[in-house]
């Protein structure tokens, strides 16, 4: 089973809606992050939390928000959608106690803003 | 946090060593050199990291120069699985924490 899980894995929504992305991890790792890719770039961090009660805003906050429900569980959500939030999003995690805090990955959610 | 520099694309042939470079010019003493790879489809994933001196893992390679202001991720039988974006980040080994800073990377095609 894989470590880091995303839901959905697809998802296509209309301007205007809010949506959420999940991210499950059964790492035991206290910190996670989200990123956005967009096609042919690298990653873009939106927002990364380094225990339940801190939660910091990345590079590319504006139009996101994030919930930490549990060590386990970091949500992504876009509470008004727009088109220029098309892109992949993807969630990792990482142990600070571990050589080169190592990030990993999950398999990405693919976002189509219409 | 430092800048890298990598070629934007490389090819290699099937069962051929694979070297990919990529200078970090502006890299400070505590920066640490990592190298991850994003297949198609899929999330990036580690494949090596290190400080001063030459790394191995079963994945890879990793040649820092002396002055650590270049390094070289090393295939050495490159698949047609190795086909992906390799990308080589730098990370403050003081601060830590930190978000992974993605440049485009290097695009390898592996032909058979």
């Not at chain 1, 959905?8 to 809606?17: D, E, F, L, Q, S």
């Not at chain 1, 959420?20 to 967009?38: A, I, N, P, V």
């Not at chain 2, 970090?24 to 990592?34: A, K, L, N, V």
Request: aromatic letters at 8%.
């Amino acid at each position: 089973d894989a470590d880091v899980t995303q839901t959905p894995r697809n998802r296509i929504t209309k301007t205007g809606k809010r949506i959420m992305l999940e991210c499950s991890q059964t790492k035991g790792h206290d910190r996670m992050y989200w990123y956005r890719q967009d096609p042919g770039l690298g990653l873009q961090l939106i927002y990364y939390s380094f225990d339940v009660k801190d939660i910091n805003k990345g590079e590319i906050s504006d139009g996101y928000s994030v919930s930490r429900q549990a060590q386990a569980k970091f949500s992504l959500s876009l509470e008004s959608a727009i088109p220029n939030q098309t892109a992949l999003y993807f969630c990792a995690t990482s142990d600070p106690r571990l050589s080169g805090e190592t990030q990993y990955f999950g398999p990405g959610t693919r976002l189509l803003v219409l | 946090d430092a800048k890298t520099t990598q070629p934007n694309s490389m090819e290699s042939n099937e069962e051929e060593p694979v070297h990919l470079p990529c200078n970090h010019s502006t890299i400070s003493g505590t920066d640490y050199i990592h190298w991850y790879r994003q297949l198609p489809s899929q999330g990036p994933e580690y494949v090596i990291h290190g400080l001063t001196s030459n790394v191995n893992n079963r994945m890879a390679s990793l040649a820092i120069a002396e002055d650590r202001k270049s390094s070289t991720l090393i295939l050495h039988r490159a698949t047609l699985r190795d086909a992906a974006v390799y990308y080589c980040i730098l990370r403050d080994g003081l601060r830590g924490g930190t978000a992974l800073i993605f440049g485009k990377g290097t695009t390898l095609s592996v032909s058979s």
